[in-house]
C-alpha cells in the first residue's frame, strides 16, 4: 500500500470553510489600509540571499530558508570543505538565494531599487507569504501570511498615530479584544545610557518582563546574575516598580532619564502618540506604555509596537516600529520609515478560538436548486442566472440523482436555502423555496425567491 502524502511541518493545508475565513481576515485588513491612503505591492517570494543576510541578526540568519543553486551546484566546490562538513562556508557558495524571512527588509530593498517611481512619503501594504527555518510549536509556523503597512520618507509621528489607529479598527472590526503596547528604543537607549550598560539592554528588558511571575527580589537577582553590578541595579529600581497611568509612567521615565538627551527624545515621541490618541482619536482598544517590550532592537529606532489578544493565549498577533536606517543598508541612507505586520496565521487562529467569524462567512453557497432532469434544469437555470446576478451565491445539482442526497449534500454543506421545482412548479412558473434552518417552505416566482433570500 502506497504511503499517505504530507506536508512538511510547520505548514497547513486550508480547505474551503478555513479560506473563507482566511480571505474574510485578509480583505478586512486590506479595506481598513485603503482607508488611510496606502497601496499594495507584491515582491517575490525569494530574494537574493546578499538582500537578506544580515538583517535580522544571528538568530535570524540562521532561520532563512536557503534555496540550492540550479544545475550542477556542486561544480566548483572544494571538496575538503564537503568532508570537513563547512556549512556555512557552503551554504554560502551553495545558494545564491534564499525564501523571504520578512515583508519589511524585501520593502525596503524595493524601495531602494525603484526610488525613482517613487513619490514620498509612500505608503505601501503587502500581503504575502514568509517562511522561517524556526521550529514548529503552537502559533508558530514555518510558513505564514503577514500584512504589513508601511510608510517611507516622512519622520512625522502621525505616522506611528495612523497605524495604532488602523490596528485599532481592524481588530475593533474583528472583534477581538487586544492590548496595544507601545515603547520607544531611544527610551532603552537611554536607561542603558543611564546606568552604563548599554550591551545589557536586552538583559534588562527580559527580567523586568518576569515582575509579576517571579516578584521583585527574584529580578533583581536575575539582573545581577546577567552581569549588571548592585549599583546598576539599583538605579533601575524606579523603571522596575514603575505603575500607574500611561501620563504616570512618562513622568516617572522622564525623571529617571533626565539626564539623558536620547531617553528625554524618546519620552517625548511615545508622549505625542499617546496624547493624540487620547485627544484627537476615539480609541477603541486599550493603549499600553510598556517599558519591556524590546522586538526588532537590531533595527528598531523610534516607537516600537506590540499587539496582545486579551481573551486568548497565545503570542504577538501585531508588531511594528519605525526603522530609520534600514534603507541605509541598501546604500540609501536618510529615508526614515515606520511600519506594522498583522499575523494573519494567529489571527485566524484567535477568531476561529472565539468564534468570531460573521455568518456569512463561512456559508459560501446561499441557495441550491435541485436536479429533477433536463426539463426541470432547463427551467431552473434561468432563475439561478438571475439569483447570481442579484449577488446571491448559487448552485445547481449537477447530476439527476434521487433528492435524498442531493438534500444531504445541501446538509454537508450548511446551505441555508434549496429549490425545487418539479411538474407542479414548473406549470405554475415558480419554484418550492425551503428554509433549511426552519423547515419552512413556500412556492415563490423568482423575484420572490430572490427578495426572500436578500432579506
Not at 523571504?100 to 525596503?108: G, I, M, N, S
Not at 490596528?167 to 503596547?181: L, N
Amino acid at each position: 500500500m502506497a504511503q499517505k502524502p504530507s506536508i512538511p511541518k510547520g505548514t497547513r493545508d486550508f480547505g474551503p470553510q478555513e479560506m473563507a475565513c482566511r480571505n474574510y481576515i485578509f480583505n478586512t485588513i486590506r479595506q481598513v489600509y485603503a482607508l488611510y491612503g496606502f497601496q499594495q505591492i507584491e515582491t517575490p517570494a525569494m530574494e537574493n540571499l546578499g538582500t537578506l543576510m544580515g538583517k535580522y541578526g544571528e538568530e535570524g540568519d540562521k532561520l532563512l530558508f536557503k534555496i540550492l543553486n540550479s544545475g550542477d551546484f556542486l561544480k566548483g566546490i572544494d571538496s575538503s570543505d564537503l568532508e570537513n562538513g563547512a556549512t556555512g562556508h557552503l551554504a554560502a557558495q551553495l545558494c545564491e538565494k534564499g525564501l523571504r524571512y520578512d515583508l519589511t527588509v524585501p520593502f525596503a530593498r524595493y524601495v531602494v531599487q525603484h526610488r525613482e517611481e517613487l513619490t514620498l512619503p509612500f505608503r505601501r501594504y503587502q500581503i504575502q507569504p514568509v517562511w522561517r527555518a524556526d521550529r514548529p510549536q503552537k502559533g508558530r509556523y514555518r510558513e505564514f501570511y503577514q500584512c504589513d503597512a508601511d510608510v517611507v520618507g516622512s519622520d512625522s509621528l502621525l505616522n506611528e498615530v495612523e497605524l495604532m489607529q488602523i490596528v485599532d479598527t481592524v481588530f475593533q472590526r474583528f472583534g477581538i479584544r487586544v492590548c496595544i503596547k507601545i515603547n520607544n528604543r531611544k527610551i532603552l537607549s537611554g536607561i542603558a545610557e543611564m546606568i552604563g550598560a548599554a550591551d545589557k539592554i536586552v538583559d534588562i528588558t527580559v527580567a523586568i518582563d518576569k515582575l509579576d511571575k517571579i516578584g521583585l527580589e527574584n529580578v533583581n537577582a536575575e539582573l545581577l546574575e546577567n552581569g549588571l553590578t548592585e549599583a546598576q541595579v539599583e538605579k533601575l529600581q524606579p523603571i522596575i516598580s514603575m505603575s500607574g497611568t500611561n501620563a504616570e509612567k512618562l513622568q516617572t521615565i522622564r525623571e529617571v532619564l533626565k539626564d539623558s538627551e536620547v531617553g528625554q527624545k524618546g519620552v517625548d515621541e511615545i508622549e505625542f502618540v499617546l496624547n493624540t490618541l487620547n485627544v484627537q482619536c476615539s480609541m477603541f482598544n486599550e493603549i499600553e506604555l510598556d517599558l519591556t517590550l524590546a522586538r526588532g532592537l537590531n533595527y528598531y529606532t523610534g516607537c516600537i509596537f506590540e499587539v496582545k489578544a486579551l481573551d486568548v493565549q497565545i503570542g504577538s498577533i501585531t508588531g511594528g516600529g519605525r526603522y530609520d536606517n534600514l534603507t541605509g543598508i541598501f546604500g540609501m541612507p536618510g529615508i526614515s520609515g515606520v511600519g506594522i505586520s498583522f499575523g494573519a496565521d494567529r489571527i485566524y487562529d484567535v477568531l476561529n478560538q472565539l468564534e468570531l467569524y460573521p455568518e456569512e462567512v463561512t456559508t459560501a453557497t446561499q441557495l441550491l436548486f435541485i436536479n429533477f432532469g433536463e426539463a426541470e434544469t432547463n427551467f431552473i437555470l434561468p432563475i439561478a442566472d438571475k439569483a447570481r446576478k442579484a449577488g446571491i451565491r448559487t448552485e445547481v445539482y449537477p447530476d439527476s440523482v434521487k433528492m435524498k442526497k442531493q438534500m444531504q449534500y445541501a446538509n454537508a454543506k450548511s446551505i441555508p436555502f434549496v429549490a425545487i421545482a418539479g411538474e407542479t412548479e414548473i406549470a405554475e412558473g415558480k419554484v418550492m423555496l425551503k428554509n433549511m434552518i426552519t423547515g419552512e417552505q413556500k412556492m415563490l416566482a423568482a423575484d420572490e425567491v430572490i427578495a426572500e433570500i436578500l432579506k
